[in-house]
């Protein structure tokens, strides 16, 4: 009896591990389709990043600072191998500048680029296109061979926001704010420096005033402001390691060279103007703007302690200032549906500074023919050693 009620209970426990068996096997098909959906939709999001985020980030819009600050840690994110956020300053309001450094860790110590924007706080245009900058390059690598090579050979770092205070300022205050908010000297009601006559470049003798309500005030002395002095340090201790100094402004469509002093000449002025010539063409090729092309002094006017001249007095040899859109109907206002078309000239001016500066350090050309003009020489007995 007891064996009986045994054998039944083993039964039913067989039935019953049937039954579990198959529910268990549904169970794990369904957990296993739920996985494979799983790892498409994260695939889908790593192909396309913008998938996963419900807000796509919008480039032909003007970008509030916090709105700047977000997108720069999304794009460290979504490229972790190649982009590094770096922290190089306070403002005077005690918000941290950070710059964005993008390019392959090779291990080796490499050349750079340098490009900032929104020195001058009313300039939306400058800030949108060190972002629409930093997208294309990012985009182009992946397939472009040039820009793979330029990326292993230099880092480029963009600060996409300089003067992040008077950014705020124009956003919040007072649209058409140029300076940065430090407080001028005892006894004077206004605030600001402009910081582009702020470094120390010829600093305070031309363009300048010093009357510190005055747009272009240049502070109490060379490199007084601490947005001026986070760039004079960066750079500054890494001064030749760049080959390119680009500082992004508007409006006017010029492309300046050093220096804004007419009474100095930059050593490398007909490198610098014959480049930026070509600039203004590659430019002129997308939409037909003109930019015009010339030192401060000949095309717009004179002045001093500007970051590009002290860029170039550091011995950075290829050092421009971008006037961008456009030539005085909106000024600086310039209307969110200019800023696609400007930002695609312009990206065709900086790219064709960038790839000659990088050529004329890494192109393997030059040296090919260097080489075969030694072996020449060597071969016609016209080497120094054999020289009459
Ligand atoms: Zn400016």
């Given at each position: ?132 900058f930093v997208r294309e390059i990012l985009n182009a690598y992946k ?246």
């Amino acid at each position: 009896m007891l064996n009986l009620v045994g054998l039944g209970f083993v039964v039913l426990l067989a039935a019953m591990g049937a039954a579990t068996v198959e529910s268990t096997l549904t169970t794990i098909l369904q957990i296993q389709s739920l996985l494979m959906l799983v790892l498409q939709l994260i695939a889908l999001c790593l192909m396309h990043f913008d998938v996963c985020n419900s807000v796509q980030y919008d480039y032909y819009k003007y970008h509030p600072m916090h709105e700047i600050q977000s997108w720069m840690a999304q794009i460290k994110n979504e490229h972790p191998d190649v982009v590094t956020i770096m922290d190089y300053g306070k403002t005077y309001e005690h918000r941290t500048i950070s710059l964005l450094k993008i390019g392959f860790d090779t291990g080796e110590k490499k050349k750079a680029i340098w490009m900032d924007c929104g020195i001058h706080a009313r300039e939306w245009i400058a800030p949108a296109f060190c972002q629409y900058f930093v997208r294309e390059i990012l985009n182009a690598y992946k397939t472009d061979s040039k820009m793979q090579e330029m990326m292993k050979n230099m880092d480029f770092y963009v600060t996409p926001v300089l003067n992040m205070d008077g950014y705020i300022y124009s956003w919040e205050e007072e649209r058409l704010w140029r300076k940065n908010r430090s407080p001028g000297p005892a006894g004077c009601a206004c605030n600001g420096t402009d910081l582009n006559r702020n470094f120390d470049a010829n600093w305070g003798t031309i363009g300048v005033s010093a009357d510190c309500c005055s747009n272009i005030y240049c502070g109490s002395h060379p490199v007084s402001e601490p947005e001026a002095q986070a760039v004079t340090y960066f750079v500054g201790t890494r001064k030749e390691d760049f080959l390119c100094f680009l500082t992004i402004h508007s409006y006017g469509q010029l492309l300046l060279v050093p220096y804004g002093h007419p009474n100095f000449t930059a050593s490398n002025y007909n490198e610098l103007m014959e480049v930026g010539l070509a600039a203004a063409e590659a430019i002129w090729k997308v939409h037909g703007k003109n930019y015009t092309v010339g030192a401060s002094p000949d095309v717009l006017y004179p002045n001093s302690g500007s970051s590009r001249d002290w860029a170039r007095m550091q011995g950075i040899p290829l050092a421009y200032t971008f006037e961008l859109r456009d030539n005085g109907t909106f000024g600086f206002e310039l209307p969110e549906n200019q800023i696609q078309p400007t930002c695609e000239e312009a990206y065709m001016g900086a790219l064709h500074i960038i790839t000659y500066a990088h050529d004329k350090t890494f192109s393997g050309a030059v040296a090919t023919v260097a080489a075969t003009l030694w072996t020449v020489l060597i071969a016609m007995g016209v080497t120094g050693s054999n020289s009459m």
